[in-house]
């Protein structure tokens, strides 16, 4: 999953106004699989997650369009699956690497 994520953020380093548009449809991605009745590990979340943490160690996600990156990979901490709570910390960990 790592080298898909990897694979799939360097098509988006190339252009910040794709990338934070390419953000906000992952955002949107996490919280949909968020309001399924029954939240359980969810390859698309992880995937997903991935993906915003290759694209977050080189690009600022922060003034991404919609909600806020942060505060969704800070929701996921406290997602009842460990791989995607490992993975949300992983993830604003690289965040973190691009932001002011």
Not at 16 to 38: D, M, Q, R, S
Not at 49 to 55: F, G, K, N
Not at 62 to 83: A, F, M, Q, W, Y
Request: net charge negative.
């Amino acid at each position: 999953r790592k080298t898909a994520a990897k694979c799939i953020a360097s098509i988006y380093r190339g252009g910040e106004e794709v990338a934070h548009t390419y953000a906000a449809k992952l955002v949107k991605v996490i919280e949909e699989e968020e309001g399924k009745a029954h939240p359980t590990h969810s390859p698309a979340s992880v995937l997903a997650l991935l993906c915003l943490a290759e694209i977050g160690r080189t690009l600022d996600l922060s003034s991404s369009e919609g909600k806020s990156v942060d505060s969704t990979i800070l929701k996921c901490l406290h997602s009842t699956s460990e791989d995607e709570r490992g993975t949300a910390s992983y993830a604003l960990g690289c965040a973190a690497i691009a932001s002011p």
